[in-house]
């Protein structure tokens, strides 16, 4: 295999990240690049004939966005892939596998045309030309993206994976062992519960609300929502290097025609109903998953929501915060890296067209083993056993 092709679809934009293998004295690596449409590294879900991406949405903005798994994306999308990859396709048989996250399949959390199984999405992607499709869970996915940093390989312990999307959070709780407990060699991470916990809110509602305080300041001018959405996302970047105190100025799209200056601080933006509707929820999210009560962990915070601070304002309790300086391209990430490093995963979840239970349907009792018992045990990994892009080529 040559590659890797992540995607994570969002509602309103796709991520897709191209993971190459490489070796450099007698270590092999994976170098990561984002794909994009050719103006933006997130692509906003947007297809028209003969355009695809940032054209088709310029073109026509009230046609944004569309399906992300419609069939016109789909194939823009594989005529993106084999343009960049040099005019050659992007499947099994050139050396490339799609790597797909998966998002919860509630009512309330689907893209625009609705949720769909993973079956579905298989078999949409090959009618597009990307046949043989692997499907990841976003919180595996996410859990994937930390095991590839080199901080992760020293560490054993409970870890909280907390999916950020634009209309969803997912949260999952492993348990990461090494050494003689996870029978020699790399970790064995078990997931603690198979009961998936997740909640229907995520960034795209504060982001609207965003949106809909600055147009409400450009005095009835026309605003291009495509820009719009730059912004937003430059703005809680922007915010989540800020104290909760101090207020951050709108410096984004059109704020020269604001009549007055939009200046909002963490603390403010915290208050919002369409924030507090998910960081209420999250330290219940987190024990339904599995972690013990008083119990520390690491928290992995990855996906478009993980932009902005709340997620980690609201979490610190259970740990130190994880966070890579991309979140929005963490998921997809994850996904490159998840076929080779899905064998450490004890517990990975079983994927089925039914829907995932939202938190609100958990009844007391049913989030699975909580103790140190929680999850089946993995084959032993033999001694000798790295990370991937640690290993000599010739022990691949």
Same mark, same amino acid.
Do not use: K
């Given at each position: 295999m ?6 994570? *679809? ?5 991520? &897709? #990240? ?6 450099? %004295?007698?270590?092999v ?7 994009g ?6 692509v ?13 949405? +310029?073109?026509?903005?009230d ?20 343009s960049?990859?040099?005019? &050659?396709?992007? %499947? ?7 790597? #797909? ?5 509630? @009512? ?11 079956? *579905?999405?298989?078999? =949409?992607?090959?009618? !597009? ?6 499907? &990841?869970?976003p919180? +595996?996915?996410?859990?994937? =993206? ?5 901080? *992760? ?7 909280? !994976?907390?999916?950020?999307? $634009?209309?969803?959070? !997912?949260?999952?709780?492993? @348990? ?11 970790p064995?991470i078990?997931r ?15 982001c609207?609300?965003? /949106?809909r305080? /600055? ?7 026309r ?6 959405a ?8 922007r915010?989540?290097? @800020? %104290? ?9 799209p ?9 200046r ?8 919002? +109903? ?7 929820e ?11 009560p008083?119990?520390?962990?690491? #928290? ?10 709340w ?7 259970f ?8 979140p929005?391209? %963490? ?19 079983t ?14 009792? +049913?989030?699975g ?8 045990a993995a ?5 000798? $056993? ?5 290993? @000599?080529r010739?022990?691949r």
């Open positions: 040559i590659g890797v092709i992540g995607v994570d *679809a969002q509602r309103s934009r796709t991520c &897709v #990240v191209l993971g190459e293998t490489g070796r450099a %004295d007698g270590i690596e994976t170098r990561l690049t984002s794909v449409d050719g103006c933006r590294h997130l906003p879900n947007a297809c028209a004939p003969g355009m695809w991406g940032s054209v088709a949405a +310029e073109a026509q903005p046609g944004w966005p569309v399906d992300p798994w419609s069939d016109g994306f789909l194939r823009g999308l594989r005529d993106r892939l084999w960049y990859l040099g005019r &050659v396709p992007p %499947d099994l048989e050139q050396g490339y596998q799609v790597s #797909v996250v998966l998002p919860p399949a509630g @009512r309330d959390s689907a893209p625009p045309g609705g949720a769909v199984s993973a079956d *579905a999405v298989r078999a =949409r992607f090959a009618a !597009a030309g990307m046949p043989g499709a692997t499907i &990841v869970d919180a +595996e996915a996410l859990v994937c =993206r930390w095991l590839a940093e080199p901080s *992760a390989l020293p560490y054993a312990g409970h870890v909280v !994976a907390v999916a950020c999307g $634009e209309t969803w959070t !997912a949260v999952a709780v492993y @348990r990461v062992t090494r050494g003689e407990d996870a029978g020699g060699g790399g064995r078990s603690l519960s198979t009961v998936p916990v997740h909640a229907a809110h995520g960034s795209g509602a504060w609207a609300e965003l /949106v305080r /600055v147009t409400e300041r450009c005095a009835g001018e605003v291009s929502p495509l820009v719009m730059d912004g937003v996302l430059e703005f809680g970047a915010l989540r290097g @800020r %104290d909760a105190i101090r207020p951050l100025e709108w410096t984004g059109h704020a020269a025609r604001l009549y007055t200056p939009l909002l601080s963490r603390a403010e933006l915290s208050s919002w +109903e369409s924030v507090r509707l998910i960081t209420d999250l330290s219940g999210m987190v024990h339904a998953a599995g972690l013990p008083r119990q520390t962990a690491l #928290v992995l915070l990855g996906g478009v929501g993980a932009v902005w601070p997620y980690a304002d609201a979490l610190r309790q740990g130190q915060i994880w966070q890579s300086n991309e929005e391209r %963490d998921l997809a990430a994850g996904a490159v890296h998840f076929p080779e490093l899905r064998t450490q995963l004890a517990e990975a979840p994927f089925r067209p039914a829907s995932p239970r939202s938190l609100v349907e958990h009844e007391p009792g +049913e989030t083993a909580q103790g140190d018992e929680a999850g089946a084959p032993a990994v033999d001694a000798s $056993e790295l990370p991937p892009w640690l290993r @000599r010739e022990d």
